[in-house]
């Protein structure tokens, strides 16, 4: 297996604690993660790759690429047996069925990922959503921790979030969660199908593609975009601010309806820290009128959230295959 160069075979502190062995899955719509987490709840390698994109058969090339990830973390460290995993998509998905209902980035259609996975790397297997997970890891170790209403939103290739109500993850039967497609402007066209989609105009990925159908320059990302704004470069300006408008319209829609106390961001584009945070804080002030406004906060689990999300899923499980048998 070809690792990307920042993948970590050296152990990272234990910060989900003493508990059972486990590997965890976080597949993104650009890279795939994939970890085994010790009886310490040290992470002893953090393998990241890129997604294999594959057309109809992408879900059969993920998990293809899961099996080999998992003998691979298995055979560099033979004394840990990792009991569970836990595996994270995006898109819908029916988690008791253990079913990837749809993803429009990654082009599955009902797909049985637990039971394949399970089949795959022989051991019981949590499967879940990329951004509830991320969310949940957030909620339970990181900066959405002293809240019990709070939104756990992520900015990536899309954008989801993780909601939370009086300390419980409210997930509407698999589709709470889905302001990527709220639509907050007239234009462009979203993968969905809709027109003006927040994740088509300000998710990470749509930043880049915008700056390029306007300019005809290919970037190298949103980053290079805000960068390229601060410079002085008009389109690039136009296009982070346009970003933020959604952004903002679209955080007050969430505090409107659920007065949350705190609103978490992470993922790529909350990498731009005060660059972010303060101008979407001024224009969310700008909306709001007599609703209590929530703080906004960066994440502080960072960019591995999701796959220790799928790693305290993975554990989660554990308990709950020992109650059933108890």
């Known amino acids: 297996m070809s690792l990307d160069p920042n993948s970590s075979a050296a152990p990272l502190p234990p910060l989900l604690g003493a508990g059972c062995a486990v590997l965890a899955f976080d597949v993104g719509g650009t890279d795939l993660k994939a970890a085994l987490v010790d009886e310490s709840g040290a992470i002893r390698e953090l393998m990241r790759v890129p997604t294999p994109l594959a057309g109809e058969r992408t879900a059969d090339a993920v998990l293809a690429l899961v099996g080999e990830l998992a003998r691979d973390l298995r055979g560099n460290h033979p004394a840990v047996h990792p009991r569970t995993a836990g595996l994270l998509v995006p898109g819908q998905v029916d988690e008791e069925g253990g079913v990837g209902v749809l993803s429009e980035n990654l082009g599955w259609t009902g797909y049985p990922f637990r039971d394949r996975a399970q089949g795959i790397l022989g051991v019981p297997v949590s499967f879940g959503h990329d951004v509830r997970g991320a969310g949940e890891a957030e909620y339970r170790l990181g900066a959405a921790a002293p809240f019990r209403d709070v939104v756990v939103m992520t900015i990536g290739t899309g954008i989801a979030g993780a909601i939370f109500i009086q300390g419980r993850l409210y997930t509407g039967r698999g589709l709470a969660g889905e302001m990527g497609h709220s639509k907050v402007a007239d234009d462009p066209q979203c993968v969905c199908g809709c027109r003006g989609c927040l994740e088509a105009v300000a998710s990470a990925g749509a ?77 969310l002030d700008a909306i709001l009128t007599y609703q209590s406004r929530p703080k906004l906060l960066r994440a502080s689990i960072g960019e591995d959230a999701g796959v220790v999300g799928a790693a305290l899923r993975a554990r989660d499980l554990v308990d709950h295959l020992a109650g059933v048998l108890t």
Do not use: C, M, N
């Open 207 to 283: 930043i880049a593609r915008r700056y390029t159908q306007a300019t005809g320059q290919v970037v190298t990302g949103a980053k290079d975009v805000l960068g390229r704004a601060a410079r002085g470069d008009v389109p690039a300006r136009e296009i982070w601010e346009s970003a933020l408008d959604a952004l903002a319209l679209d955080l007050s829609h969430t505090v409107a309806l659920l007065a949350p106390e705190a609103i978490v961001i992470g993922g790529g584009l909350s990498q731009a820290g005060a660059a972010l945070f303060e101008p979407l804080g001024r224009r």
